[in-house]
């Protein structure tokens, strides 16, 4: 299960300037199937937040800026799920905007994720929301339950597999990564035949609260440098842990 906020947030996230127009940023809204967005200044910095409501209701104004809600609540993605819940709780608010120690935006929390992450459930986003990692230029899905009934969520296609763990108060842990060249069948083959696997992988398929996310890609060099560095996230991990 996650712990902090930064775990469950959408981190690719639609962010408004206060100079825009009121239609062009319904526009945005709708075509992404979000129902608000921060509204950040020239650099990055939090300035408001702007709702469905803003923009379809009773509140006049030619600017994003006559009409956003501020000053704008927002929570550091540092801090526990909980505590954003809480958060949530005492100011009626559906969506928070995230932010880094610096004060700039880095994703936007629903309700909806902090339910999730409460419950020990996957954060789910909006498809038009790919969770593209910039270090490796690839898009990763969403995390599934490692179960049979999840597996079609995976590409029938060369790519990527991690293997996440966690558990209630447990940070979310990468504990197997490796490439494929069916990423469902592989998948398959996992939840099937786990007594067919390597002595490690046999004790990670054995851990409890699985989850499973896949990446795309078609090169076989760049599968590997994917792994190679889900490998390396893994064992940094696991020294930060016996450390601690």
């Known amino acids: 299960m996650a712990v902090v906020v930064k775990e469950i ?12 127009e009121p239609g062009d940023a319904l526009s945005y809204v709708l075509a992404l199937g979000v129902t608000g967005a921060p509204v950040v200044d020239e650099y990055g910095a939090l300035v408001g937040m702007i709702s469905l409501r803003d923009l379809m209701g009773d509140r006049r104004g030619d600017t994003i800026g006559d009409r956003m809600t501020r000053p704008a609540v927002s929570v550091s993605q ?8 809480k958060l949530m709780g005492e100011t009626g608010y559906h969506r928070l905007a995230v932010t880094d120690d610096s004060g700039q935006v880095v994703g936007v929390l629903s309700t909806l994720d902090v339910i999730r992450g409460l419950l020990g459930m996957p954060a789910v986003h909006p498809s038009t929301f790919p ?7 690839v898009i990763w899905s969403d995390d599934h339950l490692f179960e049979f009934e999840r597996v079609e969520a995976a ?7 991690a293997l996440i763990q966690g558990g209630i108060g447990t940070p979310e842990t990468i504990v197997w990564a490796e490439a494929a ?3 469902r069948r592989r998948l398959i ?5 786990p007594e067919q ?6 004790k990670v398929l ?8 896949t990446a795309l890609a078609t090169d076989a060099g760049e599968r590997e440098r994917l792994v190679t560095k889900l490998l390396a996230e893994m064992r940094s991990g696991a020294r930060e842990e016996s450390v601690n």
């Open 9 to 20: 947030m959408n981190r690719e996230l639609l962010t408004l300037r206060p100079d825009e």
């Open 78 to 85: 540092s801090v526990s799920i909980s505590e954003a819940g």
């Open 131 to 137: 969770h593209f990692d910039p270090e490796t230029g």
């Open 155 to 161: 590409p029938d296609a060369p790519g990527v597999v």
């Open 181 to 183: 060249s069916d990423v």
């Open 189 to 193: 083959d996992l939840l099937s035949m």
């Open 197 to 202: 696997q390597n002595f490690r992988l046999r």
């Open 206 to 213: 054995a851990l409890k609260r699985l989850r499973f996310r």
